[in-house]
């Protein structure tokens, strides 16, 4: 699909409750789904969104009041626009759905099933994706076809297209073949009235086996007659073809001037290689066109292989450039030698040879093995010297996950290219299979190494220093976890939070990190510096009812004061969770921690939160600043954030800031603290000079 990690889904969402359009949003985002979500309070306010930019997707509640989801349907019509309709529903009801589906809406997602949910917007999204896909492909095509049907005019070639064995289509050459002065003649006439009566039964059959779908022959040869009846040898060609989208045949049909068996030959040296004999570019091509279309329309297998010689310069200025064909000649005659009948060769290229043969991936891998193997031990005889030469061979699985001809040759001119960058004489094979089975084991040895680093204590800290803008000297550090995978490699929690989060391994996780940083406050404290560290934590924790019971535990162990401990919530989580972080935020605090609120001001309505919410500090979302100094929407956002900080006795901080323009507009507009690599990387040490 189009849509990757790196588009964002333009999202309307239309719900009365404020809260119920952040969950779904949050549910996107932990999900990797970057989002643009927006939600217009009124009829108006959503026929201006659809009027003033393009949108994916539209979540509507069943129940909403404010805009109701028939107005939406109605609005969306209105504009004309390809705009999915997903209905959200607290329980599916029978009657409510048959009404919604009849009214054009493409889908239900179930709001207590995040999940479901969240399968129907991918769903939606990239069904949306495929028809766009389409729409410009058609354009595409209407122009290729436009140019096309120039060419065929225009060629000395006989050309006509016949559907159910009716002429719809013949260029001039194709009528003055024939005697015909214009197509108004030939339009609706049986091609069977184009060949001679002795012939006739045999073509009819021809004919009946071509629209069961049958392989048309290479070439088919027959007595033909013209318009007058004046009966001439002529050879014709078939291809599946369609036109006006109607399918049909293109049929070429030439004068056979030559001896038959004279014909055959040059048919046969068309289609060859001088060089090696096996089939040439063109004609391989087309062989794989065939191939990769039964993959994607009858789930046939198929593997491509593309073999070079390694070092194949060296060898020529062994050999010497005169023997250059002799060179591929002996190539040929080895690889021909390997094949099975069923198999097809070909010059592909200067010096590279290709072959395609039916069978799974394990078929395939097998002819790889063999092909390398019979070059590695075997000399080839190259006119009357020999050598030894081992191949690089880079081969495809060819299925219904990857049917399209240039993805094909892309991957196996890589896995040919991989093969010679490390010496040669070895194979590779993409098999998309391969990769699902792939991602499977990465994501299992993802749990292992995450189960052992809190089994072992392989987690480590590494700390940022947060700095005051407003004069304040005391040390504040923002800790961040990471995962030391051995060899001195440090991985960051982005790497692995989704998997843990999928494996229940977060709370774990969490409860290491409070633990660590409590234990490094009591460490600096016992060597007379006070450090406050920021701690995050994430959606796990506030589910656990135990863990402000194993901090008032630590603290007291360490003698640490707990307002050296600051824990961090992220604001889509508190705003989908708000009752279980309310009852977090009063039980740490009860333990003398404080509360933060990170990714701050980047909901649906986040200074609403605040009178739900009350944390001692806010951190503004990264995204406010990136490009600060250029972006006027991002610094007026950051005043209004630190103003009703302020306001509210909140402390601000500022995070990823880059440059010292930055610095001075967060001063301006009042942020308390800062923090970001242009101040200072975050590191294993905490060594920065606060004074």
């Not at 070439?219 to 060609?237: I, K």
């Not at 409070?514 to 234990?519: E, L, S």
């Not at 600043?625 to 900080?645: C, F, G, H, M, Y």
């Amino acid at each position: 699909m189009a849509n990757g990690p790196d588009q964002a889904l333009r999202l309307i969402i239309v719900d009365d409750s404020v809260e119920a359009a952040e969950a779904i949003v949050s549910t996107l985002r932990n999900a990797g789904v970057a989002v643009r979500p927006s939600r217009p309070e009124s009829v108006d306010a959503l026929g201006a969104q659809l009027a003033a930019q393009p949108m994916d997707l539209a979540l509507v509640a069943q129940d909403a009041a404010s805009v109701p989801l028939q107005d939406v349907i109605d609005c969306i019509k209105a504009s004309g626009k390809d705009l999915p309709v997903v209905v959200v529903v607290d329980q599916v009801d029978d009657a409510a759905l048959t009404r919604a589906l009849a009214n054009g809406v493409r889908g239900i997602a179930l709001r207590h099933q995040p999940q479901q949910l969240l399968g129907v917007v991918r769903t939606e999204w990239s069904d949306l994706e495929a028809r766009r896909a389409l729409r410009r492909l058609e354009a595409q095509v209407r122009e290729t076809e436009r140019r096309c049907d120039a060419l065929i005019e225009s060629s000395r070639d006989p050309i006509a297209y016949i559907h159910e064995g009716m002429h719809i289509r013949a260029n001039a050459a194709y009528m003055e073949m024939f005697g015909f002065e214009s197509f108004d003649d030939l339009e609706g006439m049986s091609l069977l009235d184009m060949v001679a009566p002795k012939h006739v039964d045999g073509f009819r059959n021809l004919l009946k086996g071509l629209s069961k779908g049958e392989a048309p022959p290479p070439r088919y040869e027959l007595e033909a007659r013209d318009g007058e009846g004046n009966p001439f040898p002529a050879v014709m060609e078939f291809t599946p073809a369609s036109y006006e989208g109607e399918p049909c045949l293109q049929v070429i049909f030439r004068r056979q001037e030559l001896d038959p068996e004279l014909a055959k030959e040059v048919e046969e040296l068309r289609q060859r290689d001088q060089v090696t004999g096996l089939l040439n570019r063109p004609t391989f091509l087309h062989t794989l066109e065939d191939a990769v279309a039964d993959a994607a329309q009858r789930q046939g297998q198929y593997g491509l292989l593309l073999v070079e010689p390694d070092h194949y310069q060296r060898l020529l200025q062994e050999i010497g450039l005169d023997s250059a064909d002799a060179l591929l000649r002996g190539l040929a005659e080895r690889l021909q030698g390997v094949l099975g009948a069923d198999a097809t060769a070909a010059r592909f290229g200067e010096h590279t040879l290709a072959a395609l043969a039916r069978g799974d991936h394990v078929a395939t891998e097998a002819l790889a093995e063999k092909i390398r193997e019979a070059f590695a031990s075997h000399v080839v005889e190259i006119g009357e010297r020999s050598a030894a030469i081992t191949v690089s061979i880079g081969g495809v699985q060819i299925g219904e996950k990857i049917a399209s001809v240039s993805q094909v040759l892309n991957k196996a001119i890589e896995g040919v290219q991989a093969s010679a960058n490390v010496g040669g004489n070895r194979f590779g094979i993409f098999d998309p299979g391969a990769v699902d089975r792939a991602e499977q084991e990465r994501i299992d040895a993802w749990v292992t190494h995450l189960r052992d680093a809190l089994d072992n204590d392989r987690f480590l800290l590494h700390y940022q220093p947060v700095i005051s803008l407003q004069g304040e000297t005391r040390a504040m550090y923002e800790a961040y976890i990471r995962l030391d995978v051995g060899a001195g490699e440090m991985v960051p929690p982005l790497s692995f939070q989704q998997i843990a989060e999928e494996h229940g391994l977060l709370w774990e996780i969490d409860r290491w990190v409070v633990g660590r940083a409590i234990k490094v406050i009591g460490e600096q404290q016992q060597a007379g510096k006070d450090v406050t560290l920021l701690v995050k934590i994430t959606q796990a924790s506030l589910a656990d009812d135990t863990l402000a019971k194993f901090v008032g535990e630590r603290l007291a162990a360490t003698g640490v004061a707990g307002e050296r401990l600051i824990l961090q919530l992220p604001e889509a989580k508190v705003f989908t969770h708000l009752r279980a972080a309310q009852e977090f935020a009063a039980a740490i605090t009860a333990c003398g921690c404080l509360v933060g609120l990170e990714q701050f001001g980047v909901g649906l309505d986040s200074f609403q939160l605040l009178s739900h919410f009350d944390p001692a500090y806010l951190k503004l979302d990264r995204s406010f600043t990136e490009d600060l100094p250029k972006n006027q929407a991002s610094q007026q956002r950051v005043a209004e954030i630190a103003e009703k900080a302020r306001s509210l006795g909140i402390r601000s901080i500022a995070e990823f800031v880059q440059d010292a323009s930055s610095m001075a507009i967060l001063f301006s507009a009042g942020i308390d603290f800062v923090e970001g690599n242009f101040l200072a990387p975050a590191g294993p040490e905490m060594s920065y000079d606060f004074e």
